[in-house]
């Protein structure tokens, strides 16, 4: 193989390393994190629902002090509750209220999910490419692979 073809098989495996693996990694672990956000906010709607279908008014808990270490809590008035809204705050609804709010939260949060996946599937796409271009230069036949590469 002569030097400028293994030049350019260089160029090609480095950008997929150094480059779009890594992007790849980054935008799987952001929208990982919007999946848990999900989660919260689906647990939450979920729990006021529940609430609200049995007419509870008060009600006692466990409450996580952090470590893993909890205490028992005791809400003497539910029709009120804080929600977290993100930056640290925390907004005081009632259960009406609560449940528009996680509404709109939840189609935020569906429409980010897609644009990670499309940006996901994008990553997807241009490493194929490369890898394409890269069994080119090769001259592979698409259905081999060389020992020791990924293609």
């Known amino acids: 193989m002569d030097s400028l073809r293994q030049e350019k098989l260089q160029k090609f495996e480095e950008f997929v390393d150094r480059r779009l693996k890594p992007d790849l990694v980054r935008a799987i672990a952001e929208r990982d994190k919007v999946f848990d956000q999900q989660k919260i906010f689906s647990d939450l709607r979920k729990n006021i629902e529940t609430l609200e279908k049995n007419s509870v008014t008060s009600l006692r808990t466990l409450v996580n002090l952090g470590s893993e270490v909890y205490t028992q809590a005791e809400v003497p008035d539910t029709q009120r509750i804080f929600v977290d809204i993100g930056l640290g705050f925390h907004v005081e609804f009632t259960w009406s209220e609560a449940l528009k709010f996680i509404s709109l939260r939840e189609e935020k949060l569906k ?30 036949p698409e259905d081999k692979t060389v020992e020791g590469r990924v293609f």
């Open 111 to 140: 429409r980010q999910i897609e644009e990670y996946t499309r940006l996901i599937a994008s990553i997807k796409a241009q490493i194929k490419l490369v890898c394409e271009g890269i069994r080119e230069l090769l001259q592979i």
